[in-house]
């Protein structure tokens, strides 16, 4: 049988040791035959109580210059005696995908299988260290079975650390270490085998749908209506999703860190048209500016440059422009107003949110660098040189960032589908005779609820044009492309709440402001 | 050293970008996807099928690459829809979306457009008995760019419908190869997938086509809160972006046994064309309407107009 081995991570110092030697000296284990392995010597000693725990250790020069011979030792030790548990004390600046590399080359695989995986990190110390040691920290955050966070002085502390490690590692346990009987439970617990789990799910759905359907369209609720509204936001939405995350991609992957930086604007006003100018030039929608505006954030650009970077991309690009022209059976005044409206509106937002939320967190990774993708791809791009390295990484980081921003994606598209199913009919019953200020309300809230492509929305503008006053339609047409619930919840996949809350707040405002001056005013 | 072991997140992966780049190609070679999104869109779901294609063979060369931590919930992005779109469900049809009439302004009303430009609702529209002031906007302000269409320059043979050389001009441009239409006879037969074209054509050019005969299908549409008893709009589902903006789109026509047509119904409706006022918010606007003379019942017809 192969035996189980039992793995703890952690950065140096961050007391790997002193957990084996509190966890395994345990009198009512001290019949157990282990063995512990080192791979890091740190401050502190193994020491075994009862003797029933011999301790060998491999230096970090051996494990890169002779694996070979680590291997043959380790499948020498496990030949030679008979153990049932087998634990090691990883190097803490040493990927994990080495370890197993090591356990499952040929002569070993059969001979043992990891159990668990336990990361150690030292409260005080695990924020300041992530984002600037290497990937191989964020590595082993990410590949742990659970986490235990020593030297937590308060629960704030604590719930900001939790935080952390579940944007690295989602679903993850961390426990604070203060007693260990939490951590015995978390130890021998059984894990369902996530394979199995996606199989599951999938008979659920279609079970669900076979039988919930039918007793909610007794209940007068259209399920066909809403599938077909999702599966037609979707397929509107996706493409452009993947323009977004590859042009992303290429971002993160082959424009090196420093070179936007160095080469970017210095001054705001510089950036800003650069960022209109970009906007301009892509043709892409609202679901693709967001992925590039994450990586922009990430890659250093001002915050204020970046956020009119992405509200103004969906609202001016060449695609948006051709289709308001012919949506509008050619009327350049709207096409213009359009355009010169959303432009303002960008910068504005960009200006106000600069100087309100620059200081606080806006990312919800915190203090990472851009090794934190959320990706799962942890290799630094830096330190991949060869261009077919870069292709590959490059691939793996889009569709990591595929799943991580689409998973919003799908539920602001379900969400939407599902308000616009049951309830559009307020929208246009509230209009009946009032004024230019509640007709922008009205039609604003309306394009935040139905997420429309930008890049055909000024077609659904249009239809509306009967019942609403221009100004109504110019804050649809301004307003929807830059926040609607699809993007909100993009958004959410890597900005803070607070953040995200300021943006959709100052967005509505200025739009509503700027239309409202414009088109009380007489308009053009 | 590289260990190799069965990757089941790879393999799971692999199975999605396949099937959805799969159903993509799929959806699109057999037209099925203009039940959810616009012609439009081919071009965007071809890349879509490329890109999944090729992260497919990707994962590949990493299906034997051993991962500890072993994940799947993240495909559910990519399984949702996919179990959506091969799960039984039916296209949308006119009793889904029952009250949303818009008229058919949407396609390409000029007078609404006029009236944007102003920002004020359009005026009552000069008296139809005098059409050379209503014509004069339409031709002069908005030279062809509604509707692109061929021109064979063959207006020597077309009698004008209206005796004003100012219609005469935009005669010449517009409307000489424009399908079903029959100029001598003054009679326009509006095939079913002509139907988007036809209607934009008689909105923008209502003057022209005043009193031809037209026959056309579409589904019984009534509403009462914006039609009287008499009338009914002989409409088609009309998606502008994606199944979640479907209206019903159409022309008004007049029939004094409009009561007795049932709901929804497909029927073939001839008569004569003419202008009448459509009353919204209490402004009235011009529309191209239909004095009925027959019905004759139809089959369904599958599949959405789209507005171009």
Redesign the interface.
């Known amino acids: 049988m192969a035996i189980p081995i039992y793995v703890v991570t952690g950065f140096l110092d961050a007391g790997k040791t002193t957990f084996l030697n509190h966890l395994l000296n345990r009198r009512d284990w001290r019949d157990v035959r282990m063995m512990v392995m080192q791979f890091e010597t740190g401050e502190e000693d193994f020491q075994s109580r009862y003797g029933n725990c011999p301790c060998i250790s491999f230096s970090k020069k051996m494990l890169e210059q002779q694996p070979a011979q680590i291997v043959e030792k380790i499948r020498s030790l496990l030949q030679s005696r008979e153990l049932d548990e087998l634990w090691i004390e990883w190097n803490g600046v040493v990927p994990f995908s080495q370890l197993q590399a090591l356990l499952l080359h040929a002569s070993l695989r059969n001979l043992c299988k990891i159990q668990k995986v336990i990361h150690i990190a030292d409260g005080g110390k695990i924020e300041n260290l992530l984002g600037r040691t290497g990937g191989a920290l964020p590595e082993q955050i990410s590949t742990c079975d659970f986490a235990l966070v020593r030297n937590v002085p308060s629960a704030k502390l604590f719930k900001r650390i939790r935080h952390l490690l579940k944007g690295i590692n989602p679903g993850v346990k961390v426990i604070e270490m203060k007693s260990y009987n939490d951590l015995y439970k978390q130890l021998f617990v059984k894990k369902g085998r996530p394979v199995d789990i996606a199989f599951q799910t999938v008979l659920l759905i279609v079970a669900l749908h076979f039988v919930l359907k039918p007793l909610l369209e007794i209940a007068q609720i259209p399920v066909n209506t809403i599938i077909n509204v999702f599966l037609g936001i979707m397929l509107q939405a996706v493409p452009f999703l993947l323009i977004g995350v590859l042009l992303s991609s290429v971002i993160q992957v082959f424009v090196p860190q420093n070179a936007i930086e160095r080469r970017f604007p210095k001054s705001i006003r510089l950036g800003m048209v650069a960022a209109i100018l970009a906007g301009f030039c892509l043709p892409v929608c609202d679901c693709a500016s967001i992925p590039i505006f994450r990586s922009l954030v990430r890659k250093g650009i001002p915050l204020p440059v970046a956020v009119t970077f992405m509200t103004a991309t969906p609202v001016i690009n060449p695609v948006v422009i051709l289709s308001t022209y012919y949506a509008f059976n050619g009327d350049m005044t709207i096409v213009i107003s359009r355009v010169c409206l959303g432009i303002a509106a960008a910068v504005s937002i960009g200006l106000i949110l600069g100087s309100w939320a620059g200081k606080g967190r806006v990312l919800s990774g915190g203090t990472l660098d851009q090794l934190m993708c959320s990706c799962g791809c942890y290799e630094d791009a830096e330190s991949i040189t060869t261009f077919r390295g870069k292709v590959g990484l490059f691939i793996r980081h889009s569709q990591g960032e595929f799943f991580s921003v689409g998973k919003y994606l799908v539920i602001g598209i379900f969400i939407s589908s599902v308000v616009q199913t049951l309830g559009t009919g307020l929208f246009t019953t509230a209009q009946s005779g009032s004024g230019l200020a509640i007709s922008m309300v009205i039609m604003m809230a309306m394009a935040f609820v139905l997420s429309l492509c930008s890049s055909s929305d000024a077609i659904v503008a249009r239809s509306f044009a009967n019942q609403f006053p221009m100004g109504g339609i110019m804050g649809f047409l301004v307003f929807g492309p830059m926040m609607d619930i699809k993007n909100v919840m993009m958004l959410s996949s890597g900005f803070t709440k607070g953040f995200i809350a300021k943006l959709v707040l100052t967005g509505f405002i200025v739009c509503f402001a700027l239309v409202f001056l414009f088109y009380s005013r007489g308009g053009m | 050293?590289?260990?190799?072991?069965f990757n089941?997140?790879i393999?799971?992966?692999f199975l999605c970008y396949s099937a959805f780049g799969g159903l993509m190609f799929f959806?699109v070679r057999s037209g099925n996807?203009l039940?959810?999104?616009?012609p439009?869109?081919e071009p965007?779901?071809y890349?879509?099928a490329i890109?999944m294609g090729?992260?497919a063979c990707?994962g590949l060369g990493r299906l034997f690459r051993?991962?500890?931590?072993?994940?799947?919930?993240?495909?559910?992005?990519?399984?949702?829809?996919i179990?959506?779109?091969l799960?039984p469900?039916?296209?949308?049809s006119a009793a889904?979306?029952s009250?949303?009439y818009?008229?058919g302004?949407?396609f390409?009303g000029?007078k609404?457009?006029t009236?944007?430009?102003t920002?004020v609702p359009p005026e009552n529209s000069p008296d139809p008995a005098d059409p050379a002031a209503d014509n004069s906007v339409v031709a002069e302000d908005?030279p062809s760019?509604?509707t692109p269409l061929p021109n064979n320059n063959t207006a020597d043979s077309i009698v004008p419908p209206v005796p004003d050389p100012q219609t005469h001009v935009s005669e010449e441009q517009y409307s000489t190869d424009l399908p079903g239409l029959d100029v001598k006879k003054k009679k326009i037969t509006i095939a079913n997938e002509d139907f988007g074209v036809w209607i934009s054509e008689l909105y923008g050019n209502m003057e022209r086509y005043k009193g031809y005969t037209v026959l056309i299908t579409g589904f019984v549409f009534k509403d009462s809160e914006m039609l009287q008893a008499d009338e009914f709009v002989s409409a088609r589902l009309m998606m502008?972006?994606?199944?979640?903006?479907l209206?019903p789109a159409g022309l008004l026509c007049n029939y004094a046994k409009a009561a007795e047509l049932k709901t929804d119904s497909w029927v073939t409706v001839e008569g004569t064309l003419f202008i009448g006022k459509h009353i919204?918010?209490n402004?009235a606007?011009d529309d191209p309407q239909i004095s009925v003379t027959k019905i004759t019942p139809a089959e369904e017809v599958k599949g959405y107009v789209t507005?171009?």
Request: hydrophobic content about 50%; aromatic content about 16%; overall charge positive.
């Open positions: 050293m590289q260990a190799r072991a089941p997140q393999f799971l992966e959806l996807y039940f959810y999104v616009t439009r869109m965007y779901l890349f879509t890109v090729i992260w990707a051993p991962q500890y931590k072993i994940r799947s919930a993240h495909c559910l992005v990519l399984v949702i829809p179990l959506l779109l799960l469900h039916t296209p949308l889904d979306l009250g949303k818009i008229g302004n949407a390409s000029f609404a457009a009236g944007l430009l920002a908005f760019v509604l502008s972006c994606c199944a979640a903006d209206i919204y918010n402004v606007y507005p171009y």
